[in-house]
C-alpha cells in the first residue's frame, strides 16, 4: 500500500474518533436538554405531511393553567429557529390588566417587520394583536383549566399577593364571606384575576352581568378568534392535537412542567367548596364546559382512538427519556450557577420542578 495512503487512513479514523468524542460531549452540555428540536416529523404511523410547519403564533397566556410549561415550549422552539418573538417592554408582562397594546411591545414599529410568536401574559385584543403579529396565518390558540382546581391553586399560589385573597383565612372562608373580602369596583391588588380570570384574559368584563345570550355570543366570538383551545386537565392529549393542528414535530412538544408547586401543597376540595367555585366562577365554568366539548370533538375529528393512544404513548415515552437525561431530583439541570434552577437564555427563562400543574 501507498504510504500516502495509510496515512490519509490514519487521519481519517483519528478525525472520526475526535467527532465522536464531541458528540459525547455535546449529549454531556445540558443546553441541549431545552433545545429539543426534532429533525424530522414522527412518520412511523403517519403519511408525510401535506401541511408546513406553523411559524406565527398567539398564544393567550392564561393564569395558574399550565401555561408556563406551553410558554416555555414555544419559546424552546422560536429560539432555536431565530423566530423574532414580540417582547413585553418590562420582559414579564403586557400590563395584563389592561386590554393588549402594540405598544407594549419592545421595539414594536408601526411599519416595522412582523413578530413571529407572542407568548407573555396579556389581555386579549384581536385588533392590536394583529399590528404585532401582521402574517395573515397566525397560529391563535390558548389553555384553559377547569375553574375549581384553578382556583385552589390560584388561591394558594396568590394568597399572599392578591389583595382580595390575603385578608381571608382559607379559600373556604373566602368564598363564604367574598363580598366582605372582595370589592368588585376596585381595580387594584390585581382584582381582576379573582373572578372569572379566564373571561377577563379574553378581554371581557369579569365581574359583568351577562345575558343567555350575551354569553353565547362572546364564547362564539372566542371560536372565531382562537384556532384551538386546550384543557389543562388533558394536557397530554393537548400537545398531540397542538402538534398536529400546528404541523409541528412530537419532539417540538415534549415539555417539562414549569413553574408548578409541591405535591405535598395541595388541598382537597369537598364538593361543597367545589360548588361555591363554580357559582363564583360562573362565566369561566360556562367557558370551560364549553370547550370541553369543541376540544373533544376536534380530537375526535383528527385522531382515530387507536392512533391518539400511540401518539400519547411516544409523547410519554420522548418526555420520561428527557426528564431522565435533564433532571435531578425533578429539578432542571441544565441551570445557570446562582438562578435557583432557572435556565436563562437571552429573554427565556426556563425553571422545572416536578409535580402536577400549579
Ligand atoms: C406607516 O405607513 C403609513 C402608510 O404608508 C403612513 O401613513 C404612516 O405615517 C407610517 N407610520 C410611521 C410611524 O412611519
Ligand atoms: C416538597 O415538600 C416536602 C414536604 O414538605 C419536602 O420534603 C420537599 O423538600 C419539598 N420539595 C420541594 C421540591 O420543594
Ligand atoms: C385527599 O384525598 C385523597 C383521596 O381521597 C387522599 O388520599 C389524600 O390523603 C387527601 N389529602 C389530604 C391532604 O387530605
Ligand atoms: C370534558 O369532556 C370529557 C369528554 O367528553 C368528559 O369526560 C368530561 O367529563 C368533561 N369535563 C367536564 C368538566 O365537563
Same mark, same amino acid.
Given at each position: 500500500?501507498?504510504?500516502?495512503?495509510?496515512?490519509?487512513?490514519?487521519? &481519517?479514523?483519528?478525525?472520526?474518533?475526535?467527532?465522536?468524542?464531541?458528540?459525547?460531549?455535546?449529549?454531556?452540555?445540558?443546553? @441541549?436538554?431545552? /433545545?429539543?428540536?426534532?429533525?424530522?416529523? =414522527?412518520? #412511523?404511523?403517519?403519511?408525510?405531511? @401535506?401541511?408546513?410547519?406553523?411559524?406565527?403564533?398567539?398564544?393567550?397566556?392564561?393564569?395558574?393553567? &399550565?401555561?408556563?410549561?406551553?410558554?416555555?415550549?414555544?419559546?424552546?422552539?422560536?429560539?432555536?429557529?431565530?423566530?423574532?418573538?414580540?417582547?413585553?417592554?418590562?420582559?414579564?408582562?403586557?400590563?395584563?390588566?389592561?386590554?393588549? @397594546?402594540?405598544?407594549?411591545?419592545?421595539?414594536?414599529?408601526?411599519? &416595522?417587520?412582523?413578530? =413571529?410568536?407572542?407568548?407573555?401574559?396579556?389581555?386579549?385584543?384581536?385588533?392590536?394583536?394583529?399590528?404585532?403579529?401582521?402574517?395573515?396565518?397566525?397560529?391563535?390558540?390558548?389553555?384553559?383549566?377547569?375553574?375549581?382546581?384553578?382556583?385552589?391553586?390560584?388561591?394558594?399560589?396568590?394568597?399572599?399577593?392578591?389583595?382580595?385573597?390575603?385578608?381571608?383565612?382559607?379559600?373556604?372562608?373566602?368564598?363564604?364571606?367574598?363580598?366582605?373580602?372582595?370589592?368588585?369596583?376596585?381595580?387594584? &391588588? =390585581?382584582?381582576?384575576?379573582?373572578?372569572?380570570?379566564?373571561?377577563?384574559?379574553?378581554?371581557?368584563?369579569?365581574?359583568?352581568?351577562?345575558?343567555?345570550?350575551?354569553?353565547?355570543?362572546?364564547?362564539?366570538?372566542?371560536?372565531?378568534?382562537?384556532?384551538?383551545?386546550?384543557?389543562?386537565?388533558?394536557?397530554?392529549?393537548?400537545?398531540?392535537?397542538?402538534?398536529?393542528?400546528?404541523?409541528?414535530?412530537? #419532539?417540538?412538544?415534549?415539555?417539562?412542567?414549569? =413553574?408548578?408547586?409541591?405535591?405535598?401543597?395541595?388541598?382537597?376540595?369537598?364538593?361543597?367548596?367545589?360548588?361555591?367555585?363554580?357559582?363564583?366562577?360562573?362565566?369561566?365554568?360556562?367557558?370551560?364546559?364549553?370547550?370541553?366539548?369543541?376540544?373533544?370533538? /376536534?380530537?375526535?375529528?383528527?385522531?382515530?382512538?387507536?392512533?391518539?393512544?400511540?401518539?400519547?404513548?411516544?409523547?410519554?415515552?420522548?418526555?420520561?427519556?428527557?426528564?431522565?437525561?435533564?433532571?435531578?431530583?425533578?429539578?432542571?439541570?441544565? /441551570?445557570?450557577?446562582?438562578?435557583?434552577?432557572?435556565?436563562?437564555?437571552?429573554?427565556?427563562?426556563?425553571?422545572?420542578?416536578?409535580?402536577?400543574?400549579?
Amino acid at each position: 500500500m501507498h504510504p500516502l495512503f495509510l496515512k490519509t487512513l490514519l487521519f &481519517g479514523l483519528i478525525m472520526l474518533i475526535i467527532l465522536t468524542a464531541v458528540s459525547f460531549l455535546q449529549l454531556e452540555d445540558f443546553t @441541549s436538554c431545552y /433545545k429539543v428540536t426534532g429533525k424530522t416529523r =414522527n412518520t #412511523d404511523n403517519v403519511a408525510a405531511p @401535506s401541511c408546513s410547519p406553523r411559524r406565527n403564533v398567539m398564544f393567550l397566556k392564561t393564569h395558574k393553567t &399550565g401555561s408556563t410549561t406551553v410558554q416555555n415550549m414555544l419559546l424552546r422552539y422560536a429560539d432555536s429557529r431565530n423566530l423574532n418573538v414580540a417582547i413585553p417592554k418590562d420582559r414579564k408582562t403586557f400590563e395584563a390588566d389592561n386590554l393588549f @397594546s402594540a405598544k407594549y411591545v419592545d421595539k414594536y414599529q408601526e411599519n &416595522g417587520t412582523s413578530f =413571529n410568536f407572542i407568548t407573555h401574559h396579556l389581555r386579549f385584543n384581536s385588533v392590536q394583536l394583529k399590528k404585532v403579529l401582521k402574517a395573515k396565518d397566525t397560529f391563535y390558540f390558548t389553555i384553559i383549566r377547569h375553574p375549581v382546581s384553578q382556583m385552589e391553586s390560584a388561591f394558594s399560589f396568590f394568597r399572599r399577593s392578591f389583595a382580595a385573597f390575603k385578608a381571608a383565612k382559607s379559600l373556604e372562608d373566602f368564598l363564604k364571606n367574598a363580598n366582605k373580602y372582595y370589592d368588585p369596583a376596585s381595580t387594584k &391588588g =390585581n382584582n381582576e384575576l379573582v373572578k372569572n380570570p379566564a373571561w377577563f384574559d379574553f378581554g371581557y368584563d369579569s365581574t359583568g352581568r351577562y345575558s343567555e345570550h350575551e354569553i353565547a355570543k362572546a364564547l362564539l366570538e372566542i371560536g372565531k378568534s382562537f384556532d384551538l383551545i386546550l384543557i389543562t386537565e388533558y394536557f397530554d392529549e393537548s400537545m398531540i392535537l397542538l402538534k398536529e393542528a400546528m404541523c409541528w414535530d412530537i #419532539d417540538d412538544v415534549v415539555t417539562f412542567k414549569h =413553574n408548578s408547586r409541591n405535591e405535598s401543597d395541595r388541598k382537597n376540595i369537598s364538593q361543597d367548596v367545589a360548588s361555591r367555585i363554580q357559582d363564583w366562577n360562573s362565566l369561566d365554568w360556562r367557558l370551560y364546559n364549553h370547550f370541553n366539548v369543541t376540544f373533544w370533538a /376536534k380530537l375526535e375529528e383528527m385522531f382515530s382512538p387507536a392512533r391518539l393512544q400511540e401518539e400519547l404513548a411516544i409523547l410519554r415515552e420522548k418526555r420520561k427519556l428527557l426528564e431522565t437525561q435533564c433532571c435531578e431530583d425533578g429539578l432542571f439541570i441544565a /441551570k445557570k450557577p446562582g438562578t435557583k434552577g432557572a435556565y436563562f437564555k437571552k429573554f427565556l427563562h426556563m425553571t422545572f420542578q416536578k409535580g402536577e400543574f400549579g
